[in-house]
């Protein structure tokens, strides 16, 4: 079955950096796109940043445009989100998600990301 696990979550202070994990299992990983999510308190889930399969393409949210970069390893079946200049507005539960089709949509069960001093 289909499995995304994240990690890399933690706390960290304002300016900081994390590196997110997202590992996949029970599909083609290779063949298909990913996008990071994530949730903030009292706010509605929001896209982060999608990566096409091989990686050539990438997109990002305006709000971490310049700070975040999504990557992929294909060879390990993991997705990253490289997290720098970190904000306290960028406190969320961050979320890995893969489409098999509209209707098949898979998610991790997050990790939390906390800035503060």
């Known amino acids: 079955q289909v499995q995304l696990v994240e990690s890399g979550g933690g706390l960290v202070q304002p300016g900081g950096s994390l590196r997110l994990s997202c590992a996949a299992s029970?599909?083609?990983?290779?063949?298909?796109?990913m996008t990071w999510y994530r949730q903030g308190p009292g706010k509605e889930r929001e896209l982060v940043a999608p990566i096409t399969s091989t990686g050539s393409s990438t997109n990002y949210a305006d709000s971490v445009k310049g700070r975040f970069t999504i990557s992929r390893d294909n060879a390990k079946n993991t997705v990253y989100l490289q997290m720098n200049d970190l904000k306290p507005e960028d406190t969320a539960v961050y979320y890995c998600r893969f489409a098999l089709s509209p209707i098949y949509v898979y998610w991790g069960r997050g990790t939390q990301v906390t800035v503060s001093s």
């Open positions: 029970g599909f083609s990983f290779s063949k298909h796109d």
